[in-house]
């Protein structure tokens, strides 16, 4: 029962915010241009995380026309998309980055991706990363090999690890977990040809021996599912995400993205409480980090 409510808890907490923050008063927001930046060196990165795009009849899901919608804010506000390959390689000094970029993200490996997202991602100049439940593919309603294989040669979609069978990686034994990383990795190379360095959490959910897990293991950066921006400060195995679902509207879509005061501290509190309360003591640090900038 424990590991049941864990599944659910950043979603509850979500909901909850998402919920209150509609009821609020707020109407203003921060430019870009107003918020200062943390690391001193000038970048913003705003990570979106999307799950299916369409016309589905899932919460976790967005019409093409709100996807296409919160590109143009980006675009229109100054933002550049990047791939999880250029953030890599001006984390390493290898390139620069203009100050403000975003970064498109897509879990589980659905077919959306596929006949929805990628169409998309051509047509517009776009680049995405897809992280794959690896035991999904080419069973019904996700992607299968050829496609994924496809999207990989055009060199605007990239591949990571969302595990083997998606359980949370904190409730898993070393060895399990170890294979979880190791088959998952194994598989997608398989496929693409190409070196996976990137994790998503299942379920938003991760702790010290994961991340331990993923150093061990090679893997260079990992995903969370908690809103926020990152620069050369964040922990690269604690990336922060926005969640966009069909509970977004575009009011909270720009308050996520331009970090609103009231939404964000709303958010971490509530989310630092049940995380204590837990015993996930990695998650309530990275709270604590965001409720004291």
Not at 14 to 25: G, H, I
Request: charged fraction near 25%.
């Amino acid at each position: 029962m424990k590991n049941i409510k864990s599944n659910v808890v950043l979603r509850g907490i979500l909901l909850a915010v998402f919920t209150l923050y509609c009821l609020s008063s707020l109407t203003c927001y921060s430019s870009p241009g107003d918020l200062g930046i943390s690391d001193g060196q000038g970048l913003r990165l705003v990570i979106l995380n999307y799950h299916k795009i369409g016309n589905y009849n899932d919460f976790y899901s967005v019409s093409s026309k709100q996807f296409s919608e919160q590109v143009d804010y980006l675009f229109n506000n100054g933002y550049a998309v990047i791939s999880l390959a250029d953030f890599r390689s001006w984390r390493q000094g290898e390139i620069e980055l203009p100050n403000k970029v975003f970064m498109l993200t897509f879990d589980d490996g659905n077919k959306s991706d596929y006949e929805t997202v990628y169409p998309l991602i051509k047509e517009r100049g776009l680049k995405g990363v897809f992280f794959l439940k690896t035991k999904a593919i080419n069973t019904e309603g996700y992607l299968n090999a050829a496609q994924i294989k496809e999207m990989s040669g055009s060199g605007l979609c990239e591949f990571g690890s969302h595990s083997v069978t998606h359980r949370n990686v904190n409730t898993l034994s070393k060895k399990i977990l170890n294979g979880e990383l190791i088959d998952s990795r194994n598989t997608i190379q398989s496929i693409t040809g190409k070196d996976v360095y990137a994790f998503a959490y299942p379920n938003g959910m991760w702790d010290e021996a994961a991340m331990e897990a993923l150093m061990e293991n090679d893997y260079q950066f990992a995903y969370t599912v908690m809103p926020g921006m990152n620069d050369l400060k964040t922990n690269p195995l604690e990336l922060r995400r926005i969640i966009i679902n069909r509970g977004v509207s575009h009011k909270i879509f720009v308050a996520w993205v331009e970090r609103d005061e009231k939404l964000y501290k709303r958010y971490y509190s509530a989310m630092f409480k049940k995380a204590s309360r837990d015993g996930l003591s990695a998650v309530a640090k990275l709270c604590e980090e965001e409720l004291h900038k």
